[in-house]
Every structure is written in C-alpha cells, then in structure tokens.
C-alpha cells in the first residue's frame, strides 16, 4: 500500500468517526430539550401571525378549559370573535408538536464550520423527506458546551428556490431557538420564527412571517426547575 493510498484510507476513517462524533453530539444536546411545557410549566406566549400579536398566557393549575388565556391582540384588549377564534385555536395545541422540526436536521451530514470556548457551530444538509428543495437550503447547528444543549437550529435560502410552475421562492427562513426556562432551569424552545417570500405566477408577490416566543417561565413545583 502506497503512502498517498494509506493517507487516504486514514482521512476517510477519521472523517468517518467525526461525523458519528457530531451525530451523537447533536443527538445529546437534543436530548437536552423539554418539549412538553404544558405539563409543566405556566408561560407566556407571543405570536405574530398575519402581522397580528397575539399574547397568551397558560396555566396548567387553572381548570381544565381555562388554561389559556388571551392577554392582548395588538396591544388591546380582545373582542368577543378573537376569544372565540383563540379558544379554538388551542384545542388540541401542543408545544411538543415543535419538536418534529427536528427532523428536518440532516444528522448524518453535520459538520464542524467554528468552535471556541463554549460552542460549536456545524453545518448540515436539511433532510430531504422533510424538505424537497434541498440543493439551495443552508441549514446549521449552534450547540452551548454547558449541558451540551441545542440552542440555534438554523435554514435558509441560498439560492431561489421554484417549487412549482409559475413560483418562486426568494426567501425561505426557519430558526427555532432554545435556553434555560429559567436560571439554571431545563433548556426549553424560547422561539420560532419562519418567513417565506416570493412571487407567483411570475407577477403576484408574496410574503408570510410567522414569529413566537415563549417567555415568563414559571414553574408549577418546586422540584421541576432544579
């Protein structure tokens, strides 16, 4: 065996072993996330959908039916229809739900662009059964050492993107963030945030944003923040 040959051989079982290195780092770091906060935790939640805020707020030691309560729609005080359209929104809403955006994190792509003293920062191609136009989406991981846990996962665009006849997709951005409920709390989904922008039919502009944020954690016992 040459010496280039056995250079090679030792570069592919190395690269070999750090994907599975960053395979298991992210699986860890994900394994760090409470998905579940309404058994759990009372909270605060804002959403800015169709350029409306929303701000909720839920309390699982209120009554089955009065958990959620809708604080302010821009600002104000709701009317009687946004109780109502609110109210059945939340029916069967779920936190947890979030987590399957996860899967949309090629695990067995990432790779090492940064490290310094408390993070790393990799990169990954998005999985292709979670999202068809792969070949112009960026996707990224930024993991804190402490724990390890997740708090960045990162996707967008770097190239138009054409779905379908007569559209086109200028922007496309996904970035749910994570940290500590509270101080030296459980690391829990603090935000989401997706944005898609385009134009159909060559002519007809487009824009959706889609923003929310969990804040005001407070724990319903004692022992669920240690």
Not at 159 to 186: C, Q, S, W
């Amino acid at each position: 065996m040459t010496r280039l040959l056995a250079a090679f051989l030792l570069a592919c079982v190395a690269s070999a072993a750090q994907a599975e290195d960053y395979m298991a780092l992210f699986e860890e770091a994900a394994a760090a996330i409470v998905w579940n906060l309404e058994d759990q935790w009372a909270f605060t939640e804002s959403r800015l959908s169709d350029d409306t805020l929303w701000v909720s707020r839920f309390d699982p030691r209120r009554a089955e039916g009065e958990r959620w309560t809708l604080v302010s729609v821009d600002g104000r005080a709701p009317t009687g229809r946004e109780l109502r359209e609110f109210a059945h929104d939340k029916e069967d809403y779920e936190t947890s739900a979030t987590s399957q955006r996860l899967d949309m994190v090629g695990v067995d792509t990432l790779e090492l662009i940064e490290e310094d003293d408390e993070s790393w920062l990799l990169r990954f191609v998005p999985n292709e059964d979670e999202i068809e136009f792969v070949d112009n989406v960026d996707g990224a991981v930024h993991i804190m050492k402490d724990g390890p846990y997740l708090q960045v996962v990162d996707l967008r665009n770097s190239a138009d993107i054409e779905p379908g006849y007569g559209m086109k997709i200028g922007t496309f951005l996904v970035r749910i963030e994570f940290g500590p409920a509270v101080v030296n709390g459980p690391i829990v989904p603090k935000s989401m945030r997706i944005k898609v922008g385009g134009r159909m039919l060559l002519f007809l502009g487009f824009e959706e944003t889609e923003v929310i944020e969990f804040s005001d954690f407070e724990p319903v016992s004692e022992d669920i923040a240690q």
